[in-house]
């Protein structure tokens, strides 16, 4: 079985330090670190291409040329993540979320 609470609090703890401060770059690497733990095959199936998607679009940003355009496209890739990961269900969702 997935562990949702983990693979919640990793996401929420990646998408605070996207909102968080500095360049954006820098803050896409501090999402970077705080998701690295997990694993694709951690994640339910319907989530595992986002996961994919933006581990390998931050890395992929690392090499010159990146704009500003591609890393605002992996920021919304991370709030994409974070609204599939908001939806499991698991305890640390309910006191994030307030319910």
Do not use: H, W
Request: overall charge negative; proline content about 3%.
């Amino acid at each position: 079985m997935k562990d949702s609470a983990n693979i919640f609090e990793r996401v929420y703890n990646g998408m605070s330090a996207l909102c968080g401060n500095g360049a954006l770059s820098e803050r896409l690497e501090r999402v970077l670190q705080t998701i690295a733990p997990l694993r694709a095959d951690e994640f339910p199936e319907a989530m595992r291409s986002d996961f994919i998607t933006l581990q390998e679009g931050i890395i992929a940003a690392r090499k010159p040329g990146t704009t500003d355009e591609d890393r605002e496209r992996l920021s919304e890739d991370c709030l994409r993540l974070y609204t599939k990961a908001a939806r499991l269900e698991g305890t640390l969702q309910n006191i994030v979320g307030g319910g």
